[in-house]
């Protein structure tokens, strides 16, 4: 059985773990979630009585997958019989794939697009159908009776013309869209129950993390596993209900009950209540935004550092770039506080970018990087992404464990592909890439050199495959589109080698991001702007003192140190109205900080 020294869990931690049954976790900010999810995975997989049985873990993000495996390998544990990862590419693996036949949509075979392809399909339909739609206007999301379309109401018939028209160019070309892989996940587990069956024999365990970004039809393909059971397998369900701020994706906090209703589990409700990260006059501020009855307390290094909490609403928008220059000057030079531990956080992309520019030319001898100043998209299912993780990264020993695994994706990828990988081992690969080299300084046209030379010297025609065409189109247009977008956006370096190598490289610069962004992550100084009614919270949710809350509640707890909330006054809010303060921040009575 997998043990551990004394002092790598606290009790409640422990207690959690060694729950035989199934655990209905709730864990506040900091309080080692991730680590206790670590922990339970490696003893679950050393409690395993055969080798056909396997523990699988749900993430909500493929980093996250990556950064838990990483792990619990490091613990020492065989990961063999672990599977881990998104939703999505658990449905695509476990279902999809090896059941497609039974679907009368897939029988005759199926690909997935990426995020570019829906894009680009949504830009040619909204240009079809008029009436002044734009690609976000798109939005929606399945559930087990239907969809949901997320734009304003108004707009929703018009919307759902055109959903109609692309779903049926979807289904006439049989591809496979990132929405649809869980709705025809959840038809077949529905409608042929002996896959529930199957898979609810094969599992002796499943954990969902960040259970309040799930949606309600994830809940539904993984309840019918568990169900189908017979309480064979257990269920380990960690999140934080009061950190749900994708509603507008179709994310929610199930309660215990509902889902042990629809799982036939019965859970043990058990909580993590005392936060390492971050001093205890933050947690005393983010417990403002708390929407839970349970107190929360800070625990670790930083417990009794003496935190600088600021917030300004009279800063005018003509000056913003200014103050947070100052801000962030204040706690890099001024308090020693490492680039790489400052956050700047706004609550949209479009504002977000127009800031970046400009802190970009107003500090210059810092690096930025962020989700936004990507090169090209995380797109986990693209043949050329696995490859271009192994490609931009350094053959060092610090890295052979990650960059072997990648390697072992690229193989099994090459054979969905068609491509014989007999003579191909995950050494071998590597040890091809490694002596690799390229003068070009261009990012993509640097990856694309070293995609020739990798194939040419495994002696594999890369156009011989279908697949791998259609992925590799797919790759270098999106990535190209990213490019021109940021380059005009005047993030100029953005094309550079350099710029595309630091996509997996830990971060080193000032962090840029929107606080859905940012989630899951944590610094020593956050500095928030545009922290204003109808952004936070969005002026298309429903429950807005609720939503307020979430998305406070979230930026603040990303803060082990500092924390400066900004509302900046006359930013314009149509052609005639301004953005006023945060209603639920402009009430918060605390006593904060005047940074000097």
């Given at each position: ?72 390998e ?19 693996e ?23 392809d829906?894009?680009?399909a ?25 969809y ?16 109609q ?163 962030i000057?204040?706690?890099i ?44 998209a995380?797109d ?41 990988t007999t ?8 040890r ?13 046209a ?6 020739d030379?990798l ?16 992925h ?5 247009e ?32 000032i ?11 944590e ?47 006359g930013?314009r809010r ?13 009430a ?9």
């Open positions: 059985m997998f043990v551990w020294n004394a002092n790598a869990l606290n009790a409640d931690q422990v207690n959690a773990i060694e729950q035989p049954g199934s655990v209905f976790l709730t864990a506040c900010p900091g309080s080692g979630k991730t680590h206790t999810l670590t922990y339970k995975i490696a003893r679950e997989l050393s409690l395993l009585t055969s080798d056909k049985q396997r523990v699988v873990a749900i993430t909500y993000t493929h980093r996250a997958a990556d950064e838990i495996q990483e792990r619990i490091q613990l020492g544990v065989d990961t063999g019989q672990l599977w881990i990862g998104t939703i999505h590419s658990f449905c695509l476990w279902i999809l794939r090896p059941y497609a036949v039974y679907h009368p949509e897939l029988k005759h075979g199926f690909r997935v697009i990426n995020a570019h829906t894009e680009r949504h830009e040619l339909l909204c240009t079809q159908h008029g009436g002044g739609l734009r690609t976000f206007d798109c939005g929606h999301y399945f559930t087990s009776t239907g949901v379309i997320s734009c304003p109401h108004w707009k929703q018939a018009s919307v759902d013309a055109l959903l028209q692309y779903w049926a160019d979807l289904r006439s070309s049989r591809q496979v869209d990132f929405e649809m892989i869980l709705s025809y996940a959840y038809e077949l587990v529905r409608d042929v129950p002996s896959i529930s069956v199957l898979l609810g024999s094969i599992f002796a365990i499943v954990l969902v993390d960040e259970y309040q970004d799930t949606k309600e039809i994830q809940y539904a393909i993984l309840g019918a596993i568990l169900k189908a059971s017979m309480g064979k397998a257990r269920a380990f369900v960690v999140g934080d209900p009061n950190q749900a701020i994708y509603g507008s994706l179709g994310g929610y906090a199930i309660t215990p009950a509902e889902f042990s209703a629809l799982s036939g589990v019965s859970f043990t409700e058990m909580d993590l209540s005392v936060n390492y990260r971050s001093s205890d006059r933050i947690v005393s501020y983010f417990e403002n935004f708390n929407q839970l009855t349970s107190k929360i307390s800070a625990g670790g290094k930083y417990k009794n550092f003496a935190s600088a909490i600021s917030y300004d609403h009279s800063t005018h928008r003509d000056m913003l770039v200014a103050e947070v220059v100052r801000l000057r204040h706690n030079d001024t308090l020693g506080i490492p680039p790489s531990e400052v956050c700047i956080v706004g609550p949209q992309w479009l504002p977000l970018a127009a800031m970046t520019r400009q802190l970009v030319a107003a500090l210059p001898d810092y690096s930025f990087s962020g989700p936004g100043m990507v090169p090209f995380r986990i299912d693209n043949f050329w992404y696995k490859l271009a993780r192994i490609i931009l990264t350094e053959a060092s020993p610090q890295l052979y464990i990650r960059r072997s695994r990648w390697a072992g994706e690229v193989i099994a990828a090459l054979d969905l592909a068609g491509i014989n003579a191909i081992t995950r050494k071998s690969l590597l091809v890439s490694n002596g690799i080299s390229s003068t070009e300084t261009d990012g993509l640097y990856l694309l050199e070293c995609f030379a194939f040419s010297a495994l002696g594999i025609d890369r156009t011989s495959s279908p697949m791998l065409v259609e590799y189109e797919a790759f270098v999106g990535s190209q589109r990213r490019i021109d977008r940021l380059v005009a956006d005047g993030a100029t370096a953005i094309a550079d080698v350099s710029m595309f190598r630091k996509v997996f490289d830990e971060k080193t610069g962090t840029v991001s929107t606080i859905h962004g940012v989630k899951g992550a610094f020593e100084a956050v500095i928030a702007f545009g922290l204003l009614e109808g952004m936070v919270p969005h002026f298309n949710e429903d429950d807005k003192v609720a939503a307020a809350n979430r998305l406070l509640y979230v930026i603040c707890s990303r803060a082990k140190k500092n924390l400066h909330l900004i509302s900046e006054a930013r149509g052609q005639h109205n301004v953005y006023h303060p945060t209603d639920i921040l402009l918060c009575n605390f006593g904060y900080d005047q940074v000097p």
